[in-house]
């Protein structure tokens, strides 16, 4: 095998330069940001873990809630439930044997027998566990979801406020309480919703504390003379920027450290938002719903609640992994392609560890947030097709003959794979590249115009086409150009539109978006330039 002497060193540039790739972003933040001690006022409490949801009714056991409750209870005064029934366990007992006091929650709907049924049930909860039942929730968020009209409301919350002795409250998006302020006379306490990632105009983390701080004394100068608690705040750890408004490990370790001295300040009564990840939520919330917990779903904490913190503590093993997966590509691609020139190993060296770096990207980026069987094997497939593209590509650099094939011969292949006809899969040399590359940029139109069309809940996907983004910047640089038609100009102008519309309506703040939108408008390149009239040979 004839290796150029400029390879080591081009691998300890490249290695260094994927170092440097992994560190920026991971770098160490938030060391300033001080969290006055002692325990949470209270945390939203939802015991579910990994394969359990109230949606199928699979509920932890009595064992389970009984270890969360340990886990809680150093950290927080109260916990605050949804639900009065679901689940074979007493939480009232089982929280009061721990110290913890218990905001009890109803949940309304749209069924009105079982509401019946959840409102009989707290009653006789807090009737039967004054002592640990501190104030009763009747209903959340039921009028941003429009459960119920607000008079069958304030009536499910004076049939309650009747029946107990404890406070009672509703609780739900402060603007609802603005647009409804009838409901205020009917509780005891005006519980709002204070999440500045959700709003309709996101809030991003700088701001974001002082803006609930703004918030709360509006409500309160709104409704004077009524107790106002927070029942709702905190920040995601993972998923997709609103606007500038970015989810993160660090950032949600900053609004918690910022918003608790705040209410240590002001004296602010509040529930934080959650305890622990809910993967359940994902099924109508996207990536960002399941990842509010402030342990992760195996009951892990998430950050420390001082000193600097990294957004990905293993970015080194990351790292490392990118530059042994990109050095492995290499020889690989060498001990297959023997006698390169030093020029052509020079760029294969630089392929396979942009490669190597992409796939781990890859990796980590959609595995954790494969939340059920279905997205599992979506990633999986995703992984697998990468990777195979990963090894095609620079298969076909090392080879030096890029394919001639349409766009049109791929759909042709395609159809004939979906239908049985192998015959007429083949295409000669090269094909599976050729066709692999214009399947995934195929499928980042699809999602393209999904980002348009239903952005709220759908990430950003270009972890999902990370080794697809480094064949095409590759094609661009070799000048590789397909054999332009239809299907190319179809495939190439809707993902170059779609993601430029994203982009304009997700706003500059976003640059998780103008990302994708980078990334898009590369992936669509070679399909767009290949409609270009060629000069004659």
């Known amino acids: 095998m004839n290796r150029s002497v400029l390879l080591p060193p081009l691998l300890v540039l490249l290695a260094g330069l994927v170092l440097v790739a992994w560190w920026w972003p991971n770098r160490l933040q938030g060391g300033d940001a001080v969290m006055p001690a002692g325990r949470l006022n209270s945390v939203s409490f939802a015991p579910f873990r990994d394969g359990q949801s109230p949606l199928t009714g699979q509920f932890p056991s009595a064992a389970e809630v009984e270890q969360d409750l340990v886990l809680l209870a150093p950290h927080a005064r109260a916990i605050r439930s949804y ?184 004296g602010f009564d509040y529930n934080v938002i959650e305890a622990f990840d809910q993967r359940w939520k994902a099924v109508n919330e996207g990536t960002v719903g399941a990842n509010w917990g402030l342990w992760s779903v195996d009951r892990q904490p998430k950050f ?63 595995v954790p947030d494969a939340f059920d069987g279905f997205l599992q094997v979506a990633a999986a497939t995703n992984l697998a097709g990468q990777a195979l593209l990963a090894w095609l590509l620079l298969d076909q650099v090392a080879s030096g003959a890029w394919p001639v094939r349409s766009a049109a011969q791929t759909t042709t292949a395609i159809r004939g794979l979906l239908l049985g006809r192998w015959a007429r899969i083949a295409g000669g040399q090269g094909w599976l590249f050729a066709d692999l590359a214009f399947l995934f940029a195929w499928t980042a139109a699809v999602l393209a115009v999904l980002l348009v069309l239903d952005p709220r809940y759908r990430d950003f996907p270009t972890p999902v086409f990370a080794v697809p983004l480094v064949a095409a910047a590759a094609r661009l640089l070799g000048r590789d150009r397909p054999h332009g038609g239809r299907e190319e100009a179809v495939a190439g102008g809707v993902l170059a539109l779609a993601a430029v519309a994203s982009a304009v309506l997700e706003g500059p703040s976003n640059r998780q978006s103008l990302a994708w939108t980078a990334a898009a408008l590369v992936l669509a390149a070679p399909l767009l330039l290949s409609l270009r009239p060629r000069s004659p040979p």
């Open 83 to 266: 639900a009065a029934l679901g689940g074979d366990y007493d939480l009232p007992v089982m929280a009061g044997a721990h110290g913890l006091k218990l905001w009890l929650g109803i949940r309304l709907g749209g069924d009105l027998a079982q509401n019946a049924r959840e409102i009989a049930a707290a009653i006789a909860t807090a009737n039967r566990h004054p002592e640990t039942v501190e104030r009763v929730v009747v209903g959340n968020e039921v009028l941003l979801r429009r459960d119920l009209p607000p008079g069958d409301l304030i009536a499910a919350i004076d049939q309650v406020r009747a029946a107990v002795k404890q406070p009672v409250t509703y609780a739900d998006v402060w603007e609802f309480w603005q647009q409804f302020p009838e409901i205020a006379a009917h509780v005891d306490i005006v519980t709002i919703h204070l999440l500045p990632y959700w709003e309709d105009e996101p809030t991003g983390i700088d701001r974001a504390v002082a803006h609930v701080g703004g918030v709360y004394r509006r409500m309160a100068a709104q409704f004077p003379g009524k107790r106002i608690a927070i029942g709702e705040t905190g920040w995601p750890s993972r998923g997709r920027w609103r606007q500038d408004a970015a989810p993160g490990r660090v950032e949600q370790a900053l609004f918690l450290r910022r918003f608790i001295a705040l209410a240590a300040q002001e």
């Open 304 to 366: 420390p609640l001082a000193g600097p913190l990294r957004e990905d503590p293993d970015w080194l093993r990351h790292a490392a992994a990118s530059v042994a997966l990109g050095v492995g590509l290499l020889t690989a691609v060498l001990a297959v392609h023997r006698g390169l020139a030093s020029r052509r190993q020079a760029w294969l060296a630089v392929l396979a560890m942009a490669l190597g770096a992409a796939l781990v990207f890859a990796w980590t980026s959609t």
